[in-house]
């Protein structure tokens, strides 16, 4: 019979480290944002030729001469990605350097698209298999990577920029500088 | 003015509650042989009926503003809309977190209603105690709803159109599987009530499960009805053509069930036999407690899930409160209760109560591991590492306990009370245990199939035969009600296992993109896409597809998968359409629209996928059957009472005591 009460009282702890636990994780902020497995690791090898002809095509290279960049993954055919052009326009006037990856698209088009919303891209390049997309980890149009100096990856924003992440991919920059 | 007055009867049915449990205190505090109905203890049934009376107006009064959509009252406008089809009015009453919780109240309210009307069985105190912690439970719900959930709130200017109901729930299976649910996880609450009042006066005798047993039975049958809609509906509903995917909330509400089939197997012991007191008494309490931590994970949002329709933290600090209080309450009374409860009857492990206990063990350990599968992403995200856990986890670890458990399940049937003979079952119970394996062994080898399907399959077969050797040389006509709710259900359970396997083992999928008039094949279908048309309707538009789908070159079968889309509120839904045959289903669901004129289909055969809830619907007509054998023997033991006293105090002599 004692060990028995035992047992019950040991239930009753278990059942009062369980509410605990409860009460803690009701009391944190959710945070329900899955953070990318890409974060910290380098991008991949490539080169891509340029997409339109007044912008250079972008490289491996190009993503390690020591300062940090936005990389936009965009398509002239995508609708959010005009909607976040404005964003973009914004971040370029506070010294984001950003380069532009166009999925599956044609130059014209690229071109066109450039002229109605603006062109915030240093360099564009064409990635018309989603070759690049699929080894970053990136599963639609737009996404936004913060990339450091050295090409290591350092933050992912998946889904249009709206203007109240402007303040955290301008912080990431800054983080991505020192 | 209907919502004032729902309001008013809701604080009213509250007080009463109080009312209730002050009563039951004062009456369990005073004297141990007060007669019922004297003093303050007398007011705790009438309290207890007037209260039920009071909610259901109360709910009434909800379901008469949503019907009449009066968009004056905040929670119409927020989850109804004037141009929504009648019944998916009625049913939006209930599809969100205040008037659920209403139902709830109500549910409980009537339920304790009817215990304080019918009941006359138990002891006077215990009677007293088990509406008095009835009433206590109730009291938690109230507070929260009148504080933190008010369903009749107005809104200081009526709005002039409601913002819809979440086009997923806008369901027929909607009207019925959150209803059916709280029935069941209500009717565990006064299974819950009479442990506690078993406890507090020390009562555990078989007379108390016997009456603690029909409320189990109607609970278990309502769960089990609840979990196979619940099933079905996402099944075809949320277009992936799986029927259990080991989400949270799908876990909150077969936790409940299992601790209830264990208490229904329990009770039955303790009813029979006067055996396992303590346990039947645990059970009770932990049944209730995985109803109330299956709605706080529901409705806390502190797990991440597939459906959460109604999370909201504040709300999940008032039912862990909640929780604290009525759970950690009653398992403190039990420690401490727990060894005043004379230990039952013996029994030797080769007997009913012996097959009995291993189901108990079994369904106890598989409750655990639910549990834990359940909790574990909270626990890791405690220490900031994010898991998540599904099938690979919950499938193989399961069987460990549900496979032996199917054998016990097969064999235990047959076995007498207290004592049995291994010689008297010998043959049948080798029959059983040969026959899943040489089907296991004939199948993996004519077939290549995974091993827990594979399994599966063979021991649905032994249960299938197993559940009907209670049957055997009986006069069909004699056999009570309740054996034949027994031989059902576990019948049933076979059904509902061969389905599962079944599936498991033999689906096909296809994922395709076809142009019009091209026809593709998937198992034993052959599939053509015929066209694909816009259609609307009454809060909708969508584009259909019309497939001509052909079983083994039989007559074609028209199907018609559909993507809607819902303007009130905006979002997308596929609409799967399914043909049924008698051994299995063809699931076809529209995707959208690919490049160059093709359309994309999923298209899964689904072979004896139907059996699974088939099975489930079994199992719950079984608890129906044993639930209504039970009743209807208890009201002739009654009369057959009624009529003993009636002659004795009429003096007659044959009915004397010889003594």
Known sequence: MKRLRLVLWGVVAVVACLFG???????????????????????????????????????????MDGKPKLVNVFASWCVPCAAEAEQLAALEQNGAVIVGIAIRDRPQDVAAFLQAYGNPFTRIGADDISEVQLSIGSSGVPETFVVDGKGIIRYQHIGDIRAENIPQLLQELRKAES | MIAELGLAALWLAAALAGLQLFAAVIGLIGKGDDAEGAGIAGLVRP??????????????????LFARTDLSVLLVATNSHSMKPMIFKLAATWGNHEGSMLLWVSVMALSGGLIALVERRLPVRTMIATLGAQAFVGLGFYAFLLFSSNPFARLAEPVAEGQGLNPLLQDIGLAFHPPTLYFGYVGLSVAFSFAVGALLTRQVTPEFARVMRPWVLGAWSFL?????????????????????????????????????????????????????????????????SMSMIGTFLVRSGILTSVHAFAVDPERGSFILALLTIYIGGALVLFALRANTVAEGERFSILSREGALVVNNVALSAILGIVLLGTL??????????RVSVGPPYFNPVGAIFFLPMMLVLAVGPMLRWRNDRLERIRWSAIGLLALPVALAIGLGISLKIDLLPLLGMALSASVAIGSLMPLRGRALRRVPLATWGMVIAHFGVAVALFGMSADTAFQKERLVAARVGETVQDGPWSITLKSVEPVAGPNWTAIR?????????????????QARSFWAPPQDTSESALLTRWNGQLYTVLGGEAEGDRWQLRLWWKPFVTWVWY?????????????????????????????????????????????
């Open chain 2, 545 to 561: 597809a019309t497939l001509l789908a052909s079983y083994d070159g039989g007559p074609v079968q028209e199907s018609h998968p």
């Open chain 1, 21 to 63: 636990l409860f009460a803690f994780q009701l009391s944190r902020p959710k945070d329900d944002v899955v953070v990318s497995a890409m974060i910290g690791k380098p991008m991949p090898q490539f080169d891509l030729k340029p997409s339109v002809a007044d912008r250079p095509g972008l490289s491996t290279r190009d993503l």
């Open chain 2, 224 to 288: 089990t009805i609840g979990i196979t809609a619940g099933s079905y509906w996402a099944y075809y509903e949320l277009g992936w053509g799986g029927w259990w995917f080991w989400d949270p909330v799908e876990n909150a509400s077969l936790m409940p069930w299992l601790a209830a089939t264990a208490l229904l197997h329990s009770a039955s012991v303790l009813a029979a036999r006067d055996a396992l007191r303590a346990w039947t008494i645990m059970l009770g309490v932990v049944a209730f």
């Open chain 2, 376 to 385: 574990y992403p909270l626990l890791t995200e405690a220490f900031d590492v």
């Open chain 2, 615 to 659: 099975g489930g619907v079994l199992i719950a007509l079984g608890g129906a059957l044993a639930l209504i054998g039970r009743v209807s023997g208890d009201l002739k033991r009654r009369r057959a009472q009624a009529r003993n006293i009636e002659r004795r105090s009429a003096g007659d002599p044959l009915m004397e005591n010889p003594a």
């Open chain 2, 47 to 64: 309290a207890a009926i007037v209260q039920a009376l009071l909610c259901a107006l109360s709910f009434g009064a909800l379901l008469l």
